[in-house]
């Protein structure tokens, strides 16, 4: 599937593609030095073999490129990739070990290549097209079926001695706490993300189901997702509410540590669960405001929805393989 | 008093002198481009009086200037600084509020001053002189009665958005834990700090007595400090041994998270409690390594001792007013 304008712009010299690799698809675009996405195409990710993998971001290149001269290509994938933007080095959800994505796809499709993790790249078109322009001390938080997160430190993105920081997903936030698949218990995305959500709202469920008629709509409990949580609070479902709420609590929660060992300027949250808007947002500005270090003798950060929505990730990896 | 050389060496162009200021003494030192203190004086705080700390501070420099030509001076203080190294927004232990130090002493001593938060300028010191060098991705965490930090990130001292970031002592990792003075609950300081090791060892001389002997020295629990515990652990008692361990235990967790979220080459452990060596690293170190996210499938940080001791925050103030 392919949309976008079929007339190649006057003056592309600048144009990259952007490639956002996920569990279940792979998305494609044309993105211009103003964050604008031409085109875009997308596939399913074929398999977890990364060979298919590679061919498949290969087909969607070169499937825009017969419209579009681009100079670089961009990809972000969620997983943990080295400093120098190469080797994918564990990718939990598409299987890559140690897979060397950027020689890979740069000899594949005769351009310039970087590798980028997914929500660094979505925290990066944030800070340049979207929720945190002008914050050159920002902090982004992806908020989806777990917690990821981009740091912009003085306006670079800040990727760690190994490249695999802004992982705060996994700070411990509860000693003993629920057991995470990194490994840990306790860990921050298991409190406040969409596996949270759904965790609150099934519990509900099972326990209260007449509290939950508003979320179940006449489906068992084991069926329950975020967006059906997130609409059902967004009727004024009370339950639901409560689940946000309880997610945001402690989402403004770990943003209070955030802030004691970062103090950006400006929070943005974004992911799947930010859909929510401020039904999310406001509960956790509310305990970050309550849970800050010092309160009342420090400038304060603010905490933002992010704009940009499902392109950020690849507005963010065209931009950064442009830099 | 004064200490040092009292020869001025040749080609001192490059001195500046750093001034640490504590709650009970302000410490100062003339410092060469190489870290190396030629020449230190000090004095009692004299009050919490604004006014009577920058006269001392201004006194010390007066003393240290007759034997050396200095151009610039560098004061470490602890407090929230603001971002442009001038004006101590709070400083709890000094009763600064708002205080516009830098010029203060800058038109007391007619030389450049910068102000900076004294963990930041204990961090800086082992990035450039001691057992960061060579780490351009670092986190200092100074254990005293209380955790500060210092965060250097490309090879440049993160200070925040307002001037007030690495205070990762104030990150919660135990909901309604025991209270902070910052006004939150379950702060990583009450933890893992001098505190913490204090409040364990008296709560072991309360309830058994008999296994508290070897800290206690026939004095009563509430004079038990820091030091007594090292010493007795340093002289193998195991109580005092399970107090460094525990206390350990709680600072190795923390330094699990910051490395999820900063990733960082290195950790450096100072401050006074940093005296006790392996006893209190050695355990940290254990659980950082229990506790990280993704181990097994990512390169891992070292957890060393600092170096540099208590000059750490002269070097540190000296060479960043010379920068």
């Known amino acids: 599937m392919t949309t976008g304008s079929a007339t190649v712009p006057a003056g592309d010299g600048d144009l990259a593609i952007g490639v956002d690799v996920g569990g279940t698809k792979v998305a494609a675009g044309v993105v211009d030095a103003q964050g604008t996405v031409l085109a875009s195409a997308r596939r399913p990710t074929p398999s977890h073999d990364p060979a298919e993998v590679a061919d498949a971001i290969a087909a969607l290149v070169a499937e825009l490129r017969q419209r579009f001269t681009v100079h670089a290509v961009g990809v972000g994938a969620a997983g943990w990739i080295d400093n120098d933007r190469s080797t994918v080095l564990f990718a ?12 890979v796809l740069a000899s594949r499709v005769g351009l310039p290549v970087v590798v980028e993790n997914d929500a660094n790249a979505m925290a990066w078109a944030e800070y340049r097209f979207g929720a945190g322009r002008g914050h050159n001390d920002l902090v982004c938080v992806t908020v989806g079926t777990g917690i990821g997160g981009g740091i912009v430190l003085d306006g670079r993105l800040h990727r760690g001695a190994f490249g695999i920081g802004a992982e ?52 068992p409990a084991d069926e329950l997702s975020g967006p059906d949580v997130t609409a059902a609070a967004q009727d004024g479902d009370p339950a639901a509410l409560a689940c946000l709420e309880d997610v945001g609590g402690w989402l403004g929660q770990g943003l209070a540590s955030l802030a004691a060992i970062l103090d950006p300027g400006r929070f943005v ?8 808007g401020e039904l999310l947002v406001g509960p956790a500005r509310a305990r970050f405001r309550a849970s800050l ?11 933002v929805v992010a704009t940009l929505g499902s392109a950020a990730g690849i507005v963010g990896a065209a931009d950064l393989a442009r830099l």
Chains 1, 2 share one sequence.
Do not use: K, T
């Open 269 to 276: 949250v974004g992911g799947g669960v930010s859909d929510a």
């Open 92 to 103: 939990p959800n598409l299987a890559w070990r140690d897979e060397p994505l950027r020689d």
């Open 293 to 303: 270090s010092g309160r009342g003798h420090r400038p304060e950060a603010d905490v």
């Open 168 to 219: 705060m997903g996994h700070m411990q936030i509860v000693p003993d706490g629920y057991g995470c698949g990194c490994g840990n218990n306790g860990c921050w995305e298991q409190y406040a993300s969409g596996r949270a959500l759904v965790r609150a709202a099934r519990a509900i469920a099972v326990e209260s189901p007449e509290a939950a008629l508003r979320m179940l709509r006449g489906r």
